[in-house]
């Protein structure tokens, strides 16, 4: 079974451009998370997805952040504009409808310069 | 982030020794923990996961405990290899039906041949 695929898994822009990253969860996992990892911390959600709904996003950044789930399967998570301090891993975790357990794929390091 | 994150307590063990990571957590109403191994450059791999109902949990070479009255979670890892070097997260899910994880600081482990 494949696990959480994202993409890319780098990316190095300027400061004040758009990037956008793309996640594919595991196969029927209703649940998705979007994380911010920052260097040697813990994982901070951003946002979580029930199918196509955004259930909690009260830590996602509005105003330069957003993301999309329309079908209810893969998601994208969009900075606009990047600043510097965005700089960090973007994690996205699932999880399946009858368990607490979530998935991680392997994250995109974000460098803003 | 705050600058105690940059500074990860850090773990050095001999090969065949065992392993004791600790954590504390922070809600008592957190009711499922997860320990997760994060190795350079990837993802949150799962380890193992304790429900508030049980003290103690076995996979193959480790062992969750946990304390609910001091709020303490603990991983064993038995005969530790070069392999389990890397940086073990746990995290708490706090209260039934938030499918929120809340991620303790991590702990580095290193495996000294």
């Known amino acids: 079974e494949a696990g959480v695929v994202q993409s890319p898994r780098y990316k190095i822009i300027e400061k004040k451009q758009p990037v956008a990253f793309w996640c594919n969860p595991i196969?029927?996992?209703?649940?998705l998370y979007w994380y911010r990892q920052n260097l040697g911390q813990g994982p901070e959600l951003l946002i979580r997805?029930?199918?196509?709904?955004?259930?909690?996003d009260s830590q996602l950044p509005k105003d330069r952040f957003s993301a999309e789930r329309l079908k209810g399967v893969d998601s994208t998570l969009k900075i606009q504009p990047a600043e510097l301090g965005d700089s960090a891993v973007y994690l996205c975790?699932?999880?399946?409808?009858?368990?607490?357990?979530?998935?991680f794929g392997p994250g995109t390091r974000l460098t803003v310069l | 982030g705050e600058s105690v994150g940059l500074h990860l307590p850090t773990l050095s063990v001999q090969e065949g020794d065992n392993s004791i990571i600790n954590c504390a957590y922070s809600n008592s109403a957190s009711d499922y923990f997860i320990w997760y191994k994060q190795e350079s450059g990837k993802g949150p791999q799962f380890i193992i996961d304790?429900?508030?109902?049980?003290d103690k949990r076995q996979g193959q070479r480790v062992t969750v405990l946990l304390n609910k009255t001091v709020k303490h979670l603990s991983l064993q890892i038995a005969a530790t290899q070069p392999g389990d070097s890397a940086v073990y997260f746990c995290a708490e899910m706090g209260g039934s039906g938030t499918y929120k994880y809340i991620f303790g600081t991590g702990t580095r482990l290193k495996v000294l041949a």
């Open positions: 975790a699932s999880m399946g409808f009858s368990t607490d357990t979530q998935y």
């Open positions: 997805y029930e199918n196509e709904e955004a259930v909690d």
């Open positions: 196969s029927g996992h209703n649940t």
């Open positions: 304790i429900r508030s109902n049980m």
